[in-house]
């Protein structure tokens, strides 16, 4: 028996890494084939280095050597694709700002940790850092945040949550901020332009993972938004983690009679679960509008060519020429290949954020005044004026960014602007 | 206690009473895992009985109990007959239809949760109380001539049926004690998280217990009490670059116990040789005691 035992237990091991997951620096699940893209007819204009920190005297008043922040990131676990690069966006923001002087003229140091999409796991993970960090950037997930989040509020530390969920983030107030402004105030907007880009759509199915509250949420919004539009909710059907099969879901649809389909689902689901419609009878893809959090690399690479005239919402214009949006994005490129780059561009907000209530709240670090300098963060960043996020500015009123609506649709296997949208769904001008 | 030292703390009391609550029906050789469905029953309840009907902590932790404790009843009545493979798939069908439910009513907090549930005075030793008491009560049970009967019963069930021991009994029995401790965990983890949602209730939380109990060991209830705490803090103590691979650790680690030590790392024969060299270790020291006067 023994002869078998050291092959047995290697082949276990190799089989459990298989079952746990993404690991740090594993690649996603699907191999990543860029898709034939087009190149932004843009000329990248040249690239100016983010405001360089004033020289160190001016900083007296600071008493720490670095700026220590924990940064949570889900390395593991079933969203470990957007841990990675959410990790890879946190060290290259922390880069460019420490090649600009650091904060406050001291260098910024992350300390990650992996929450593993788990509440628990996520508690555990934060409990560490509550004893004595300013703030913390993440958790960034819903079922994290209702682990991770009591406990900061308790402690009284400020989070950036990012975009845990409107709805999460209100539940949190005053101690998160939220980079995407509440549903109600992007969604309706959108549906109703893709509608009324859409007249000859009359029942919509919509399609959403019940494990994650926030896309729950948006998709009960959408479905109110319908109604208002005088367009029927036909079926809404669950698509649960762990799917394998997506032609029920594109069955029950269709079979609802919908002619119209709204998906707040994983990327590779949303993509695969159009494919199912597709193969059943689904021949435009103008038909369906995907929630921001939709595409990823494995998304293009089930569909290849099928998702002309697809609609998906986004709440930063990703075809942005400002200097430091082209630089993050041929950052980015260089990293990840072709990739969501507007979700991951709120975490360089983010992190500018901080940066900025630190050094004009004059914060010190000092941990005697911990507490203190952890409210004057909360009271900087919950309501700014024109902050010059990445892709233009923006301001953040009781805790959450007030972006923009815009709609993009495929063109060219690339997700192209169509409209800015305002409260009723009508174009505005591009500026 | 500090904050994380609090939490580990409790995380650990939770894990061993869900630990126990598998541990309990598997020692009739019958998985089950309905303890993960009733903590999410307790949870829910409680969460609702502190936040909005305004109950004080007592009452909802004792009546969550009982909730758990009758639901599981009433299940065990139609399962005790089962064979232990049906027992297993009917035991993991109300993780999922508990989760179903939840995300279908607004007043659950549907898919979002529940969030802004009160805190509770005196957790700890709230838990650490239950913890004991339940701990005590399946040493107890372990030692009891229902202990005896378990033990006949996983190993023959027709001996012991012929030695008096009726499987259907205790199987409810067993099954009755199982739920009510799975509701006490989830009675305990609402007020303690502050915030519940249904997913904290399903599959990944299964996986975790089940390789504390296997790796710990499933044939004693120390096994638990041991291998819990340790597996569990792996994650507080490891660099931030390793707590990574935490799962891939707990995944090894239960391929290689159970291919190298299948009954887990602490067995009825490590008790027993611990029991045997601390007696002689004592009558040592007496002798030298004696000899010394």
Known sequence: VKKFIIPLVTAAMVVSIMFAGCVPGAAPTTPVTPPPVTPPPVTPPPVTPPPVTPPEEEWSWVVVDEWKIPSFNGVTGSGAYWGEVGTWVCDYTRDLINAAGGIAGKPLVLDPHDDGWDASKAAAEISKVVPWALTSLGPWTDVCDTGAMPIAVQASMFVFINQSGATIAEQYQPWCFHALDKDENIYPQAVKAWLKKNPDI???????????????EI?????????????????????????????????????????GFWFACDPIYNAKTVVELQDRGLTESRRVLIFPHGEDPSFWEVGQDRFEGMYIVRFLNSESTLPRYVAYVDAMTEAHGEGPYDIFASMVDQIYLLKAAI??????????????????????CRNVTDFPFITGTASVVNG????????????????????RVDDEGNDIPLD | LPVQTYLFLEHSALYVLLGWGIYLVFRMGEMYFAPIFTMGL?????????RDWGWSYAPALLVAVALGGVIAFLIALALARASGFAITIASMAPIVILQSIVRSFAFLGAARGLQGIPGVGHLMPITLAATSLVGFFI???????????????????DVAATQGANKYRISIFLQTASGAIGALAGAIYAPLMRSIVPVDFGFDLLLNIMCFLFVGGHTTMWGAVVFTPLLWGLRLVLPPEVVSWTMIIYGGLLVIIILLRPEGVITKQTLQSIRV?????????RGLRQLDT
């Open chain 1, 219 to 259: 998709s009960n919004i959408v479905a109110e938004t319908c109604e208002e539009m005088g367009v029927e909710v036909g079926a809404r059907v669950e698509i649960p983690e762990g799917t394998v099969d997506f032609g029920p879901p594109a069955v029950t649809a269709l079979g609802s009679g919908a002619d």
């Open chain 2, 42 to 50: 307790g949870a829910y309840f409680t969460a609702l009985a502190l």
């Open chain 2, 277 to 285: 060299s601390s007696q002689a270790l004592l009558k040592r020291i």
């Open chain 2, 139 to 157: 040493y107890r049970l372990d030692y009891s001539r229902i202990g005896r009967a378990i033990e006949v019963i996983s190993v023959d069930p």
């Open chain 1, 202 to 216: 009359t029942k919509v199915a919509l399609f959403y993972v019940p494990e994650h509250a926030m896309w729950v």
């Open chain 1, 400 to 419: 959450f960014e007030h972006n923009p609506v815009y709609l993009f649709q495929v063109e060219n296997n690339k997700f192209v602007l169509v409209s």
């Open chain 1, 359 to 380: 050094e004009d709240s004059k914060i010190t670090g000092d941990p005697a005044k911990l507490a203190e300098e952890r409210i004057l963060i909360r009271d900087y």
